[in-house]
Each structure stands twice: as C-alpha cells, then as structure tokens.
C-alpha cells in the first residue's frame, strides 16, 4: 500500500490568505450600496433589502455574512452596525470612511489586478491615472484622504505634538504638503493663539480652503499654492508638518530639508511623519499598498527607518528625536528635528 500523506504543518494560514478577499469584497459592497446608513438601530433584513432597493432573499444572506465578519450584530433576528464601527460607515457621520475605503481599494488593489504580469514581464507603466507620484491623483483624492485625519490621526497626532516643550510657545506652523490641511486644522484647534498656513500645490490647496471654511478656521489658517520642491515656503514658521509627502522630494530630501530650515524661526521644530522601512525593506506590512504602484511604475517611493532624521541631521538640525507612532493606518515613524535657538 502507498505510504498516506501526513504532515507536521498547518495550511491554515494560507486558507485564511485565500479567503481574506470575501472581507474585503463585502466591505467595500456594503459601502457601495449604504446599506450600513440603514443599520444605525436594529431592524429585520426585509426591511433592509426595501430601503436599499435589493433582492430580500440574498440582502439576508448578505446581513448573515456581515455579521459573520464583525461588521454588524444580530439579536433576535433584527440586525444593526457593529458599534465600534458605524460611526466610520455611516455616510452622514463626521468620521466616514467610505470614499477613503473606496479610494485604498482603486489605488492599492486594483494595480494587483496584473500581479502575475507585474512580476513576468516588468513595470507597466502607463503613466496612469493612479501614479502615485502625479499631481491630478491628489487633486482628485484629497477630499476623501482627509478621512483618515479626521478618524483619528489627527486627535493622535494633536496630542503628540501639543506636549512638546515648545508646543505653547508656537505662533505659526505651516503644514507642508498639507493636502486637506487637517492635521493643520487639530493642531490650530489644540492651541490658543496659533496661527498657520497650509502649503500644496494649487488644485489640492483648494479643497484645503474648503475644510478651511466648513470648520470656521479663516482667522486662523491660510493656504499657499506651489511646488516645495521649487518655489518659496514663506517664512518665520515656528512649526514645520511633513505627513506622508516627503516620498515625492525623496531624490532632494538635503536640498528641501534646507529649505525648511532656513523657513524656520531660530528654536523652531521640524516635524515629519513618514513610512519607515525595517527589517530589511520587509516590514512594516502596511506596506504592501505601495506593491501594485512600486511594481507597475518600477520606482520604491519608501523609506528606511533613520533616512528621515539622518538627512535632518546632515541638514544642520541640532537634534533628532525619532518614535514609531501607530496609526489607524498602520505605523509611522515621527521624526522631530530642532533648529538652534
Ligand atoms: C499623501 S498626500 C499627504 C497629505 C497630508 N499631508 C496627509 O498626511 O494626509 C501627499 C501630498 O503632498 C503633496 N505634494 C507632493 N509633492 C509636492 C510638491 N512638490 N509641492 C507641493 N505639494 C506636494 C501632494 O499634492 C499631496 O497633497
């Protein structure tokens, strides 16, 4: 008789790899059909399927499933959004997510679409809409990233930043490569007096003024349009932001770091919050959403831990204090230079 097979290990992680896309098919056709607007108390899944016009039978079978994942709870029959959670995937609350969600699956899932082709034949670049890099994907995509500042890095990071030494004797910031400018906005709002500017390029800087408007800020915040990469920053700042845009100066990181620094009043604080590669260039996981991109446009927009805070070093700062921060999204590495007084 032939020898049965047996074996020491267990598949089940792999199991698991090939069953996490259905999480994520259901989320993102939750979100497409609002059926989480509908689930805010508890109701019966007929009513459900009426109220986002669907099929009764298999609206049911979509509730059950949902519930299976974590996303909703059911008690005697009647289903409602998992707590914790509703307040993201409820269109009309403050915190959504949806679009964010939405804008992570076009920009990190979809490239992955031609992953074998990726791998075999090489970059395919077709200087595509989703270029990470390009300017009209963050004129496009700025009003939905401001979702992930509002639901929660931006009380995070307020709070980091509001117990610096300095924090209370600041009187400007500028919020470089801001985007929306929410990280702006929650450290304005952390503060009595502060004032600042938030500095993009002209389309992106645009929707900042919008955020600007809605939450009452004109008195206090501003915007400049630009390149930082060329033109000039302003001046006199006593707080510099860089979150997540420094990827795009990574070929001249020494000659921007400069051009922070000569921006800033003597005393002043450099701050940037960045990817940091460990592990040799395997970890943290959160980015594998850069594959797809890093792959199809044949270019490494990350970096390694340290790379930050030497290049403030080599700039002049006279110190470096640096800290992996956990984010919603993952984590980050906080590096914070200061200029002499
Ligand atoms: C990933 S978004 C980050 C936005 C915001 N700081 C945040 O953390 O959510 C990168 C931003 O950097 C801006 N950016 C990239 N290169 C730039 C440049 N050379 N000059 C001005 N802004 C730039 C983009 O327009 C975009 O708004």
Known sequence: MKKLPSTENSYAPLHEMAMAPIRSRMLMAG???????ELTGFRPAGEIAEAIDAHKDNTERFLNALVTIGLVDKKNGLYRNRPAFSEFLVRRSPTYLGELLQMIEHMC??????????VKDGPSSTTGQNDFASAELWARATRYSAAWVTGGAGSLMAGIVGELPEFKGFRRLLDLGGGHGMFALYFVDAHPSM????????????????????????????????DYLTDDI?????????????????????????????????GGVF????????????????????????????RDLSFEQGQIGDAML?????????????????????????KDR
């Open 31 to 37: 979100i497409e059909m609002g059926i989480f607007d």
């Open 109 to 118: 899932l979809e490239p992955l679409d031609g992953l074998v082709g990726l």
């Open 195 to 226: 004032t600042g500017v938030i500095f993009d390029r002209s389309a992106v800087v645009a929707v900042a003024e919008e955020f600007i408007r809605e939450y009452g800020m004109q008195e206090r915040l501003s915007v400049l349009a630009g």
């Open 234 to 266: 302003g001046e006199n700042y006593d707080f510099i932001w860089a979150c997540s845009t420094l990827n795009f100066a990574r070929h001249d990181l020494d000659a921007l770091f400069a051009k922070v620094k000569r921006a800033l009043n003597p």
């Open 271 to 298: 701050a940037a919050l960045q990817d940091g590669m460990t592990h040799d260039q395997t970890r943290p996981a959160v980015m594998l959403g850069h594959l797809g991109d890093s792959m199809r446009e044949d």
């Open 314 to 338: 080599r700039c002049g700062f006279r110190s470096v204090r640096s800290r992996t921060v956990r984010t919603p999204m993952g984590e980050l590495d906080l590096d914070i230079a200061r």
